[in-house]
């Protein structure tokens, strides 16, 4: 059965930081995974989707990175500021016959003003 | 549409009520999911539909749940004589194709049994 580790549950930084958060999981057969925000009391909206045969994907000073052997994935936000402050979820969809996503239970960032 | 959109955005209701949700997707989107969110956890999934059709329905957690999607668009989520467990955020996403797109997700049923 697959999981979705995502540690560390909270995080606070100050502004400015460069920072790494974490994304394991249990099966390596995956069709994609993709990290989502989510602000408070709302949904969550797909910051980058990575299929199973890329390395990595970019967007602004976002950079998520697989490496499917190992079962983890890192999202690397580079230059922090407050309005980051969100919670990062990660999703992997199974190449098992279902396309539902299965998610980890986020990592909730603060950045400081 | 713009977004995908889900109503009610809150509902109260008392144990043993039936409620409706209703999901909205974004306009040609084929996919359409359920995931449920309960306070501090992670996102659970219900059901997704491929057009009208549910492939895979094996997150619905008990016979009180049900749910239909009609000319591959608006769906709506059935649960009957709800329980106080049932409370949390109901979340709906679509997107284009099944496979390798980005989610869309909507802000969300906010539930709460009384």
């Known amino acids: 059965k697959q999981e979705v580790t995502q540690i560390p549950a909270a995080l606070s930084v100050p502004e400015g930081e460069n920072l790494v958060l974490n994304c394991s999981f249990t099966?390596?057969?995956?069709?994609?995974l993709q990290w989502f925000r989510q602000d408070p009391g709302k949904g969550l909206t797909s910051l980058l989707l990575?299929?199973?045969?890329?390395r990595e994907q970019t967007s602004g000073r976002l950079n998520a990175s697989l490496d499917k052997s190992s079962g983890r994935s890192t999202l690397y936000i580079a230059a922090s500021q407050p309005g980051d402050s969100a919670t990062y979820l990660c999703?992997?969809?199974?190449?098992?016959?279902?396309?539902?996503?299965?998610f980890g239970t986020g990592t909730r960032l603060k950045v400081l003003a | 549409g713009a977004g995908v959109s889900q109503s009610p955005s809150n509902k109260v209701t008392e144990k043993g009520k039936d409620v409706e949700l209703r999901c909205d997707p974004i306009?040609?989107?084929?996919?359409l999911y359920w995931y449920r969110q309960s306070l501090g956890q992670g996102l659970e999934f219900l059901i997704y539909?491929?057009?009208?059709?549910?492939?895979?329905k094996s997150g619905l957690p008990s016979d009180r749940f049900s749910a239909e999607r009609t000319g591959g668009s608006v769906s709506t989520l059935t649960i009957q004589r709800t329980q106080q467990e049932d409370s949390a955020v109901y979340l709906c996403?679509?997107?284009?194709?099944?496979?390798?797109?980005?989610?869309?997700f909507g802000s969300g049923t906010q539930l709460s049994v009384l």
């Open positions: 306009s040609g989107h084929t996919a």
């Open positions: 539909f491929q057009g009208n059709s549910a492939p895979d």
């Open positions: 999703a992997v969809r199974p190449t098992s016959g279902t396309y539902k996503y299965i």
């Open positions: 990575i299929q199973s045969s890329q």
């Open positions: 099966d390596s057969a995956i069709y994609n």
């Open positions: 996403a679509s997107s284009r194709l099944m496979g390798n797109e980005k989610l869309f």
